[in-house]
Each structure stands twice: as C-alpha cells, then as structure tokens.
C-alpha cells in the first residue's frame, strides 16, 4: 500500500489557486483511475483506488497547507507506512511553469506545506514539485501562489494534469525518471505546432563562386584556314562549300 498526497487549501476561495496544484492532481489521479469517492478521514478526504497492482490511498489534507503534516502522518500511523511510502504532489516556485521534478527527500524551500510533512514523517518520502514559476521578487510570492491560475495557463496546465493522472503507475512503481520523462514529451508534443510550418525551408540556391563569377566567358578558338594544319583539318571535318 502506498499513500499519494496531494497539497493545497480547502474550499472554494483557493480551489484554482497555484498553490491548489497538488489538490488538482489528486484529483485528477482519482478521476482517471476511477478511484472511490471522497470521504472524510484523517483530517483530510481521501479516496482509494489501484495504480499498476498497487492499492493506493489518495489524500487531500483539509488542515490548511500550513498543517498538512498533521493529516498525512495521522494517515501514515493508521496504516503502518514509513515515510518511503509516501508520495506528495506540490506547487513549485523554484520550477518553471509546467516543469516537473521528482525527488526523495531534501529540503523544504520554503514551502509550508512539505515543512509540516517533514516535521510530522521526517523527510524521506518522494516529492513530486509542480512548477509554477517564480513571480521574480520575493514580496510577491505570497500573492502569486494564492493568486489563481490565468485562462492562459490552461493549455499547459490541463495537459499536465493529464499526464500526471495516466502516469501515476510510474510512480507507484519508483520508476521516477520514466515518469519526469512522460510529462516532459507530453508537453512538447501536445504544445508545440505541428504542420507544414514546422518542416525547415527549402534550402537557397548555391551561390557562384566568386571565381566562377569573375571569370569571363571566353570566346570559341578560331580555326586556321591556311597552313598545314589546316589541311589536316579539312580531311578530318571535310572542307568549305
């Protein structure tokens, strides 16, 4: 058994918040595995389902990010797991949008939500970070993460939860390198344009060399109408009417 949790903050106010990314992809985990309905448990809703062979437990911690910990240890103690079974979908500044990196253990950078995991379970477990860019100053990061995600992000952001959702096995697996790698191509597949104004241009005629374009034309050798040598060439081509 492994337990898949995904962070964020409950309620509608924060449900299309960049800091709600880890809640999107639990959910859509559990929307593309038919996974049980949601239930209430361990501070948090969870739902249950099967990813490659594996029975996995989803979990979205209603403790508010800053408390997640207390929810996903609680879960943890109650089905006898270490920490190494444990996987925690969460938004990533330090990651470009749409990048994901996988990883167990390290540090926090700063991100409440995995402190409170790492106070609660110490900090082996994997960490799946979502990126969602860096808004450039520090004094803005609070109102960037609980800003929601502009219509514009949706073309990357839905591919990218679909990818996560269909390649979840990979994960259940540990199979973390295959799974980085199926998102990355998803994205540059499904995002890059495709047609006629992707094939290279037709190559430019090769230019004259300078040689060739200073060189002139030479006119035809005239031929001798007198002599001997014109003689040899009157019986060899025949001679003038």
Do not use: C
């Amino acid at each position: 058994m492994l337990l898949f949790a995904g962070l964020g903050n409950p309620g509608a106010k924060y449900a299309n918040n960049r800091h709600n990314v880890g809640f999107m992809a639990a959910d859509a985990i559990a929307r593309r595995h038919s996974f049980s309905p949601w239930s209430k448990k361990f501070q948090g809703l969870i739902a249950e389902g099967t990813l490659a062979g594996e029975k996995i437990v989803l979990i979205k911690p209603q403790t508010f990010m800053n408390l997640s910990g207390q929810s996903v240890g609680e879960a943890l103690r109650f089905y006898k797991l270490d920490a190494s079974a444990l996987t925690v979908f969460y938004d990533e500044i330090d990651l470009a949008a749409g990048k994901v990196r996988v990883k167990v253990g390290g540090g926090s950078g700063g991100h409440n939500g995995i402190r409170s995991i790492d106070q609660h379970v110490g900090k082996d477990f994997r960490r799946v970070r979502i990126g969602v860019s860096h808004p450039g100053v520090k004094e803005m990061v609070h109102g960037h993460v609980l800003g929601d995600f502009a219509k514009a992000d949706r073309e990357w952001l839905d591919v990218l939860l679909d990818t996560i959702a269909d390649d979840a096995g990979l994960l259940a697996k540990g199979d973390d390198n295959s799974f980085m790698n199926r998102v990355t191509l998803a994205l540059r597949d499904k995002l890059t344009p495709t047609g006629d104004d992707d094939r290279p241009p037709p190559k430019a005629p090769k230019a004259q060399s300078h040689v060739r374009q200073a060189r002139p034309q030479q006119p035809a050798a005239k031929l001798p109408e007198t002599g001997p040598m014109a003689a040899v060439l009157k019986k060899l081509f025949g001679g003038k009417d």
